[in-house]
């Protein structure tokens, strides 16, 4: 599977964009970018996904650098209740090993009052 | 409208026994995955049940197994537990549309304590 790269950690303060950012160098050109979170003591929660354009949703946003080597999830105005870990996952489409979702570490977003 | 639902929500056990983990999917799906995530780590895959069958296997020994029922619910089932087995279970169900089969719908999970 292809691999991810996230930082570790990254704050924000409440009401400010945050940009979570996610290297995916070896991508190939069918895999599928998928974004979940995790809020503490709870499941993980999908969020959004795209292949190559932009995508937004009630959540989130989602940019996809043009040569599709990373991509960046936007949350637009940051609430505590978006401090969670954020994964960020390559799913590769067609038959075959497209049903598991791979989670890295991900990155633990603190949201400040 | 129930969301995903695991039994029981917390549970210990000691080496060697073994356990059952139970799972019912998001109404009207199909399809349930389970994954084992370790303190401090992203979730890790075990398998996949369609159909009552498993249709993927992750990188786990056959001393994890699962089942699926007629009603799309599922049990994973443990032997021999090891101390190394004590984690949060997740299980997560989706629905075989060809929108959204993709998008897999976690539960709160069950943390195993071996000890």
């Known amino acids: 599977d292809a691999k991810t790269t996230q930082p570790n950690s990254m704050e924000s303060n409440e009401e400010e964009p945050v940009h979570l950012p996610c290297n995916h160098s070896?991508?190939?050109?069918?895999?599928?970018i998928h974004w979940y979170r995790q809020l503490p003591s709870q499941g993980p929660e999908y969020v959004i996904h795209?292949?190559?354009s932009n995508v937004n949703n009630r959540m989130a946003s989602l940019a996809i650098a043009e040569d599709r080597k990373s991509s960046t999830l936007i949350l637009h105005r940051a609430t505590l209740r978006d401090a969670a870990v954020y994964y960020c996952?390559?799913?590769?489409?067609?038959?075959?090993?497209?049903?598991?979702?791979?989670f890295g570490k991900g990155t633990l977003l603190t949201v400040n009052p | 409208d129930a969301g995903v639902t695991q039994s029981p929500t917390h549970l210990i056990k000691t080496r060697g026994q073994q356990v059952t983990l139970r799972c019912s999917p998001k109404?009207?799906?199909?399809?349930v995955s389970w994954y084992q995530q370790a303190l401090g780590q992203g979730p890790q895959f075990i398998f996949q049940?369609?159909?009552?069958?498993?249709?993927q296997r992750g990188n786990f020994p056959d001393r994890f197994s699962g089942h699926q029922f007629p009603n799309y619910s599922s049990e994973l089932n443990v032997n021999a537990l090891l101390l190394g087995d004590s984690a949060l279970y997740l299980c997560?169900?989706?629905?075989?549309?060809?929108?959204?089969?993709?998008?897999?719908?976690f539960g709160a999970g069950t943390r195993l304590s071996v000890l």
């Open positions: 996952i390559l799913r590769p489409s067609g038959g075959g090993s497209n049903y598991k979702l791979t």
């Open positions: 109404s009207g799906h199909d399809t």
């Open positions: 049940y369609y159909e009552e069958e498993e249709r």
């Open positions: 795209g292949l190559t």
């Open positions: 997560a169900s989706s629905l075989k549309d060809r929108l959204t089969k993709y998008i897999q719908y």
């Open positions: 070896t991508i190939s050109g069918t895999d599928y």
